[in-house]
């Protein structure tokens, strides 16, 4: 098992930066590749980041490119997602979610999941 806690989301203006943080709990951290997903009102969860269980390794939803930052420290047990330049279209519930070994793209392909946190962008 592994448990996941999410923080950091927040009210923001249109242009502003958040760090969301996701603590991890249970088995070998770095055996699992870290995803960071959202979801909005009336949508499907959506990829938005993922790094490999080393961190050598991520990949980024088109939206997001240069604008956000995926990244881990396995010395806490925790992954980070860095967004900056937010637009209002960024506003959604955003989850961290856990894989053993290699990441996708996918929600259906990962097994242990955050309860999510609210990034909500004014414009």
């Known amino acids: 098992q592994v448990q996941l806690v999410e923080s950091g989301g927040g009210l923001v203006q249109a242009g502003d930066s958040l760090r969301l943080s996701c603590a991890a709990s249970g088995r070998t951290f770095s055996n699992y590749a870290m995803g960071w997903f959202r979801q909005a009102p009336g949508k499907e969860r959506e990829f938005v980041a993922a790094v490999s269980g080393t961190g050598g390794s991520t990949d980024y939803t088109d939206s997001v490119k240069g604008r956000f930052t995926i990244s881990r420290d396995n010395t806490k047990n925790t992954v980070y997602l860095q967004m900056n330049s937010l637009k209002p279209e960024d506003t959604a519930v955003y989850y961290c979610?856990?894989?053993?070994?290699?990441?996708?793209?996918?929600?259906?392909?990962?097994?242990?999941w955050g309860q999510g946190t609210q990034v909500t962008v004014s414009s």
């Open positions: 979610a856990a894989r053993m070994l290699v990441f996708t793209t996918a929600p259906r392909d990962y097994n242990y």
